[in-house]
C-alpha cells in the first residue's frame, strides 16, 4: 500500500472515529473495535463485522426499536464497517509480507512508484 492511501485511509478512520458526530467518540470506537458495544446495537455492530451480507431492515428497525436514532446508527455502522475492513487489510498485508521481500508498507521517504 502506498503511504499516500495509507495517509488517507487513516485520516478516513480518524474522522469517523473521533470527528463530530451524533454518537458519542467512545461509541463510535467500541464500534470499529467490535469491542465494548452498547447492548442497544451489539448485534447489528457485529453483523455487519461478521456477516454484513445479512443485514436486513428488521436488523436496522430493531436498533431504531430500542432508542438508537437513525443517524447514530449510519455512523456506528461505518464505523463497524471500517473497523473490519482495517483488520482485513492488515491481514492481507501481514500475509504479503510473509510471502515477499517486500513490506507492504514502504518505509518514509521510499518510493513506491509501480509497487502495490
Do not use: Y
Not at 4 to 25: D, K, M
Not at 63 to 78: D, P, T
Not at 84 to 105: E, F, G, K, Y
Request: hydrophobic share 40%; net charge neutral.
Amino acid at each position: 500500500m502506498s503511504e499516500a492511501a495509507r495517509r488517507i485511509r487513516e485520516n478516513v478512520v480518524e474522522c469517523a472515529v473521533r470527528g463530530p458526530g451524533f454518537s458519542a467518540s467512545g461509541a463510535r470506537r467500541a464500534a470499529f473495535d467490535n469491542h465494548g458495544v452498547d447492548e442497544r446495537v451489539r448485534r447489528l455492530i457485529d453483523k455487519v463485522a461478521r456477516e454484513a451480507w445479512k443485514i436486513t431492515n428488521e436488523d436496522v428497525a430493531e436498533a431504531k426499536a430500542a432508542g438508537v436514532s437513525e443517524n447514530e446508527i449510519f455512523e456506528l455502522v461505518v464505523c463497524a464497517a471500517l473497523g473490519q475492513s482495517t483488520r482485513q487489510l492488515s491481514a492481507a498485508l501481514t500475509a504479503l509480507d510473509t510471502v515477499t521481500d517486500t513490506p507492504s508498507t514502504p518505509a518514509p521517504g521510499q518510493d513506491v512508484r509501480g509497487t502495490r
